[in-house]
């Protein structure tokens, strides 16, 4: 039986980085429902959470559907910007932006066309 991971310390920083970014905005868009409320995004959160699992353990189906979910998020961010214009939300499309382009570097892409199955 193939062992499950939460990280991967082998793959590359950036990877890393999203995947544990990934993880990071689901759980705070949790703890954002919990305490005050429903989460527009709560369902893509969670299942970046569950893309992020998958791209831990090298799974390319996983790597594109963290990418569409990452860009989703980003375009709903630009979308709220625009829409609200406030500094929270600016931050939110900086964070937003940092986990699309962790999972575009070349550094990520090299690894995921090599590596995941």
């Known amino acids: 039986m193939p062992q499950r991971r939460w990280t991967n ?7 890393q ?11 705070l868009a949790l703890v954002y429902t ?7 995004l709560l369902v ?7 893309a992020a ?6 799974k390319r189906w996983a790597y594109w559907g963290g990418v569409v979910l990452a860009c989703l998020y980003l375009l709903a961010e630009v979308a709220a910007l625009v829409v609200g214009g406030s ?8 964070f937003a932006g940092i986990l699309v382009v962790l999972l575009l570097h070349p550094e990520s892409r090299h690894y995921e066309r090599i590596w995941f199955r």
Request: hydrophobic fraction near 55%.
């Open 53 to 58: 699992f998958g791209i831990a353990n090298e």
């Open 44 to 50: 893509v959160f969670v299942l970046l959470a569950g």
């Open 87 to 94: 500094l929270g939300g600016l931050l939110n499309l900086l």
């Open 34 to 40: 919990l305490v005050l409320g429903m989460q527009p």
């Open 9 to 15: 310390p082998s793959q590359p920083q950036t990877l």
């Open 17 to 27: 980085g999203a995947v544990l970014f990934s993880y990071l905005n689901a759980a």
